[in-house]
Every structure is written in C-alpha cells, then in structure tokens.
C-alpha cells in the first residue's frame, strides 16, 4: 500500500512537470510564431502581384464606423494604416484585441493608424463593444464592413487578418492568424515605421 502511494505521487508529480514544460513550450512557440511577416517584393508573381492587386482594392474600399459614417480606406493615404480584420466570435480575434490596443496607444502619436473591421452586423459589433468592462475597451477605431465587399475583395478567408500599409498605400504587411504585441511591433518595425 505504502508502495502504491509513492507510485501515485511519482506519477502526479510528472504529470506536473509534464505540464509546466508544454505550457512554457507553447508560450515560447506562441511568441515566436506569431510574427508578422512583410510581403515579398522580390518574389516572381505571388505575393507582390497579390500585394498589388490589394493595393488597388484597398485605394476603394470604404467601411463603416460603428455611428454609421463611411470611412475611405483611401483617406489613409500618406499614413501607415494598420487593418486588423476580426469578428466577435472569434476567440483568436478577441484575444490579441488587448496588444493591438497597446499598439495603438504607444504607435498612434508617432503616425500609426488603426482600424479593426468586422464583417459583422454593425449592431452586433456595437453591442459586443458596449458589453465590455471598463479598461478592457480599444482605444483603436472599429469599422464594420456589413456586406463583407472589402473582407470578400481581400479574400479574406480567415481571421485575424492583419494588413499594414504604408504612407504609399503599400500593402507591407498580410498576415493571418494571432499574433501579440511583441509580434505586432517588430512587423511594423521591419517594413520601416519608425517605431518609438
């Protein structure tokens, strides 16, 4: 019996162990592979013709705010403008919402622009906004795009979605899948905002 005990507590003990390491393992692996990757310029055909042809969707696209007013993307021009598509069912979106906000606060006042577009119902988006509790609210403007017409010409087939763009309406940045705060700034960093 004695014998029985001391096998338990190995075993639970390991199972511990076990535990610690894959969580600090997924935290280093989160980390690392959230990172925001520029487009390629150089590469023949895909990315850059991609890039491109955002390019010309994006000089066109209009959302709107959550009081109803359009917004031109092309009104960014001359600003680095980073998009962040999402969706409040989204558990990904929802969670890399909090380093995006950190972003903008510490980015905005040296040019960093920030919109982050549901394809949602902008009374959906509204009352998911409204429902959070105080010093979780973004400080970054939220847009709707309602008939999907900027997510479809993107094809935005998965979220989030990150694109930045810069002072040229340059697409610089095209990524999908979360990424943190960490990530968020040395992608900005690498394609030449100058981050403070």
Known sequence: MNREKVLSVVVITLFILAAIIASIQYQRLKDDSNALV???????????????AENS??????????NGKRILISSYRGKWLLLNFWATWCGPC???MPD??????REHPAGLQMLGVSAENPGDVSLFMLAQPPGQMVSYPIATDPAGELKDALQTQAIPRTIVLN???????DSTGMANYKAFINGIRKVGFPVR
């Open 167 to 173: 002072p040229k309406g340059e697409v610089v940045i």
């Open 94 to 96: 929802r969670e890399e």
């Open 38 to 52: 520029p487009t390629s310029s150089d590469s023949a055909g895909g990315a850059a013709s991609a890039a491109n």
């Open 57 to 66: 969707i994006l000089a066109d696209g209009v959302v709107f705010g959550l």
């Open 100 to 105: 995006l906000d950190r972003v903008y606060k």
